[in-house]
């Protein structure tokens, strides 16, 4: 079993961040237009000082913020994507997700694996949007319903932070679909042997991830203004031609009209998974 | 107005060339009846009626992605309350949701299929404008998902088994639908599916389109009729992401691989249940009646399997779906030690 934490998990996270971030001492905040001293930006967990606006963060930085340091184990990283369709769209899509691997640093769009919160032991999945969109090839349905069945298998609570632009991993066509139902199959299962899962919902979870997995929480809870949904607005507005109401599909639209239980400002995030499954623990 | 003139797709152009040169010597034949001559004319009509028949069989045994997307999209196909008629001897129709509104794209009820009480479940996509407006063309709102999920329980509760047929571009991209939760409700109704204690048996009768297809399409067998298609993205949409404009939308079909014959190889799809000869809008009749003896075979199958299995089955025939690669370079490490020593060993 591969075990990715300490020192391997910070030169991993520095290789990415190399990879990803224009490297720069100042940033401009996407949410108030302010310019922002980056290290401080860093030092708060990505959120702006000034307007609690949300940066993307990897699914690494992710790890770190969330779990207790250095208790991450890493799960099925020997996952690999196939090529069923001998997909090509311009370029094969082996060379695409080779390309992905190199930029991102990770093997494929989700990584699971258990942890500890707080001292509690939990099963952990997470999508990371940067990998062709966060989207569901095979491996991420394989990585993330393993995962559930050790959840299941061992009684742990299982959170899952998903981050997806789409959801349809188009290169691997029907594959990517069905990955939908194998996940929430797996859940479904959870749920009857009384899982605890809770789903924490990221900028943006849109698509077959927000119609399978993301929305199947017990409890569900999101990221300040990320945007979640089944359909992308582009579509929306292509199909009903109308202007898109202001704040739609955010996080706070999704609570208003009773979909997730909290809005959770990232600092809290960690203190409050470990509430949440506080309660439902005996 | 498409819909009272007869659609005529493309590529049937030489079928309907043939039958335009039939009819003509049929009314000369009638003509020449009158006047006691039949003999010659007759022979050649006979003739080209066989030639037709190969032309069609020729035509449909290879159609191609694109032609296929179109065959399922053909105005005249059958839709789900044709079969409604054709397939089921009584269908008392169930309406409601009991939450938000009757959504047309989705219809529900019970029926007799020959002894058998049914549980139907199906999109309806309309024939003409005024159905297709008030149907949305088949794509489901939440409200839709929700009737056929009570629908189902329904029919757990009272041991009838599920008929799903799946017709549809996708489930509706709209803000009233974003409103009521779609990402939501399609999530639960594959949760729900996947656990309901009753034998469900799904089909493809024309468009499998994505999550607003799989929001119904949970089950024991998925069929798909010949020529129909089951994707993660309709081919306009993939054409317009990866290939940056929704014209290429026939190079998009060809790359999703997304045909019952595709399917079939994948083990997506558990049978191709065949359509006539030059397609299912042709003879509406004949299909239904495959149809018909797919669903009474697969469901007397199901009968007999003690519910604990057949709801084991169902997990693993979703379970093994994937195409990947599994190395054992992280089985190498295996001998890492591991978090206070209560970790199982999980691979
Ligand atoms: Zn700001």
Not at chain 1, 3 to 15: A, E
Not at chain 2, 58 to 72: A, F, G, M, N, P
Not at chain 2, 197 to 215: F, Q, Y
Request: glycine share 10%.
């Amino acid at each position: 079993m591969a075990k990715i934490g300490g020192d391997s998990l910070n030169s991993w996270h520095g290789h990415s961040e190399l990879k990803r971030v224009p490297e720069g001492v100042w940033m401009r905040c996407d949410g108030c237009s302010a310019t922002l001293f980056r290290k401080q930006v860093d030092q708060n967990d990505k959120v702006c000082p000034e307007c609690n606006h949300h940066f993307p963060v990897t699914a690494v930085e992710r790890i770190n913020q969330l779990l207790d340091q250095d208790t991450y184990e890493d799960w099925f990283s020997n996952l690999q994507p196939a090529d069923p369709l001998q997909f090509d769209d311009r370029r094969p899509y082996p060379e695409r997700v080779k390309a992905e691997q190199e930029r991102t640093g990770l093997n494929e769009a989700a990584l699971v694996g258990q942890g500890f919160i707080k001292g509690i032991r939990i099963v952990f999945g997470i999508t990371d949007s940067n990998f062709i969109m966060g989207s569901m090839g095979s491996v991420v349905g394989e990585k993330l319903t393993r995962a559930v069945e050790a959840a299941t298998r061992q009684k742990l609570p299982l959170v899952i932070v998903s981050g997806s632009g789409g959801g349809a991993r188009m290169h691997e066509g029907i594959f990517s679909l069905m990955q939908m139902a194998k996940i929430s199959t797996a859940l479904g299962r959870y749920r009857r042997e009384g899982g605890l899962f809770i789903s924490v919902l990221t900028h943006p979870t849109m698509g077959g991830v927000a119609a399978s997995f993301a929305s199947l929480g017990d409890i569900i809870v999101a990221e300040p203004k990320a945007l979640v949904g089944f359909a992308g607005p582009r579509v929306i507005e292509q199909t009903v031609r109308v202007q898109l109401p202001q704040g739609f599909q955010t996080s706070e639209f999704l609570l208003e009209h009773g979909f997730i239980d909290r809005i959770v400002h990232r600092r809290d995030l960690r203190s409050m998974i470990a509430q949440l499954i506080d309660y439902a623990m005996p | 107005m498409p819909s009272f003139s007869e659609q005529r797709l493309p590529f049937e152009a030489p079928i309907y060339e043939m039958e335009l040169r039939l009819g003509e010597m049929e009314t000369q034949y009638a003509k020449n009846r009158a006047v006691g001559d039949t003999s010659k004319i007759g022979e050649q009509i006979r003739r080209l009626r066989r030639e037709l028949a190969a032309l069609k069989r020729e035509i449909y045994s290879q159609l191609d992605s694109w032609q296929t997307v179109q065959v399922s999209r053909h105005q005249q196909r059958p839709q789900t309350r044709d079969y409604l008629d054709l397939v089921f001897e009584q269908f008392l129709e169930l309406h409601g949701d009991r939450a938000i509104g009757d959504d047309k794209a989705i219809v529900t009820g019970l029926a007799h299929l020959d002894d058998m009480k049914v549980m139907f479940i199906g999109h309806q996509k309309g024939k003409n404008l005024a159905e297709r407006t008030a149907c949305h063309f088949g794509c489901a709102h939440p409200e839709g998902y929700r009737k056929a999920l009570l629908k189902m329980r329904f029919a757990a509760k009272f041991g009838l088994p599920i008929i799903s047929f799946i017709d549809t571009p996708g489930a509706y991209p709209g803000i009233s639908a974003e409103e009521r939760g779609q990402a939501a409700i399609i999530a639960e109704s594959l949760m729900e599916m996947s656990q309901i204690r009753t034998p469900i048996v799904c089909v493809v009768i024309g468009e499998g389109g994505s999550g607003g297809a799989l929001g119904i399409g949970i089950g024991d067998r998925l069929g798909m009729l010949e020529h129909t298609y089951y994707s993660v993205i309709s081919p306009e949409g993939c054409a317009s992401i990866l290939w940056k404009g929704s014209e290429h939308a026939p190079k998009a079909a060809a790359a999703l691989k997304f045909t019952s014959r595709d399917l079939l190889r994948f083990g997506i799809t558990d049978e191709i249940i065949p359509e006539p000869s030059g397609g299912a809008h042709r003879d509406h009749r004949e299909a239904a009646s495959n149809l018909k003896s797919f669903l009474l075979r697969n469901l007397r199958e199901l009968k007999g399997v003690p519910l604990d299995d057949l709801v084991d089955r169902r997990y693993e025939k979703y379970r093994k779906i994937g195409a990947f690669v599994e190395s054992i370079a992280a089985a190498e490490l295996l001998d890492e030690p591991q978090l206070n020593g209560k970790a199982e060993t999980m691979v």
